[in-house]
């Protein structure tokens, strides 16, 4: 993130509005990759896999369940102990599941070459890609909307 947020600012978002909405649906969007390519990986790779790797492969997908929390919470017109951080402490709390996802995809892809999974890296390589652009959106929505 470029801009620093200042000590102690808050969270002040469009509360009710189209604008909240759409801020909400462009942050969803990119955790439904990280959750759909997940679910597709589980299925996909079975009892072939090795012994961690679905163990992993389910970590991956429930941080990518608390991603998806935390943008509900977050970017929601309903009270939330979430609206009560300071925006650093916000991005603190999003940036633990998203630093989790890249952490796993990266462990991931050496087993899924080793087992022939080349579609599993591939599938891997999107799911970060994706968790870095939700992680980048809220960053830039911290910055817009921090005071």
Request: aromatic letters at 2%.
């Amino acid at each position: 993130m470029s801009k620093a947020l200042p000590a102690g600012s808050r969270l002040h978002l469009p509360v009710g509005t189209e604008a909240l909405r759409e801020l909400r649906h462009d942050l969803r969007t990119p955790i439904n990759a990280v959750i759909g390519y997940c679910e597709m990986l589980i299925e996909d790779a079975g009892a072939a896999a090795p012994a961690g790797f679905l163990v992993d492969l389910r970590r991956l997908h429930a941080a990518g369940r608390r991603m998806l929390r935390l943008t509900n919470e977050l970017f929601s017109d309903r009270p939330s102990p979430l609206h009560q951080l300071t925006c650093q402490e916000v991005l603190r709390v999003c940036r633990t599941p998203a630093s989790e996802v890249t952490t796993l995809c990266a462990r991931l892809e050496q087993p899924a070459r080793a087992t022939g999974l080349p579609q599993a890296v591939s599938d891997l390589q999107r799911i970060a890609v994706a968790t870095d652009r939700w992680r980048k959106r809220i960053e830039e929505m911290l910055a817009a909307h921090c005071r």
